[in-house]
């Protein structure tokens, strides 16, 4: 009973972190609704790709004991799985728009490889209609401020 309580209250506060801004548990319920839903790629950066998806939600803790919500582009071929997480920090833009993360630290260095130098990182995930759409832009300082763009969008 006690762990039960305990995911209630980590998805409250989840749901309650991210409804900061207006509209924040309608863009989690909308989302839930897609979620195990297999559907295709309608546009997506890397054209390594199988042509569908699947999207799949998985609840994880964070270190101070709130919990997340990661969203993962499944069974898309993709060398890297497009995934995005939702937690207390994440902030929505609009009513489809939700701001993941402006960090682009990653083991190892950053989205612009061991040596780091990523500048303007933002990485969104946008629900519109029935679609969604995982995206990073940043440009690279040793790649001469080339402007990254990765983004996929799957349809359901």
Same mark, same amino acid.
């Given at each position: !009973?006690?762990? !039960?309580?305990?995911? &209630?209250l980590?998805?409250?506060?989840? /749901?309650? #972190? &991210?409804?900061?801004?207006?509209?924040?548990? =309608?863009?989690? #319920?909308?989302?839930? +609704?897609? =979620?195990?839903?297999? $559907?295709? &790629?309608?546009?997506?950066? @890397? @054209?390594?790709? %199988?042509?569908?998806?699947?999207?799949?939600?998985?609840?994880?803790?964070?270190?101070d004991? #709130?919990?997340?919500?990661?969203?993962? /582009?499944?069974?898309?071929? !993709?060398?890297?799985?497009? +995934?995005?997480? /939702?937690?207390?920090? %994440?902030?929505?833009k @609009? *009513?489809?728009? *939700?701001v993941? +993360? %402006?960090?682009?630290?990653?083991?190892?260095?950053? *989205?612009?490889? @061991?040596f780091? $130098?990523?500048?303007?990182?933002?990485?969104?995930? &946008?629900?519109? =209609?029935?679609?969604?759409?995982?995206?990073?832009t940043?440009?690279?300082? !040793?790649?001469?401020?080339?402007?990254?763009d /990765? #983004?996929? %969008?799957?349809?359901?």
């Amino acid at each position: !009973m006690k762990n !039960m309580f305990g995911k &209630i209250l980590a998805s409250t506060l989840l /749901l309650s #972190s &991210i409804s900061a801004s207006a509209g924040g548990n =309608d863009f989690v #319920s909308r989302l839930k +609704s897609l =979620d195990g839903r297999e $559907g295709k &790629i309608v546009s997506s950066y @890397d @054209d390594e790709n %199988t042509g569908r998806c699947r999207l799949e939600l998985q609840k994880y803790e964070l270190e101070d004991g #709130s919990q997340g919500l990661a969203v993962y /582009l499944q069974d898309t071929g !993709m060398y890297f799985t497009p +995934s995005a997480g /939702l937690d207390k920090e %994440t902030k929505l833009k @609009d *009513a489809n728009t *939700a701001v993941v +993360s %402006t960090n682009s630290e990653r083991p190892g260095g950053d *989205a612009c490889g @061991d040596f780091g $130098g990523a500048l303007g990182y933002k990485k969104v995930l &946008i629900l519109k =209609d029935n679609q969604v759409t995982i995206r990073e832009t940043f440009r690279c300082v !040793m790649d001469g401020f080339k402007k990254y763009d /990765l #983004s996929t %969008t799957c349809q359901f």
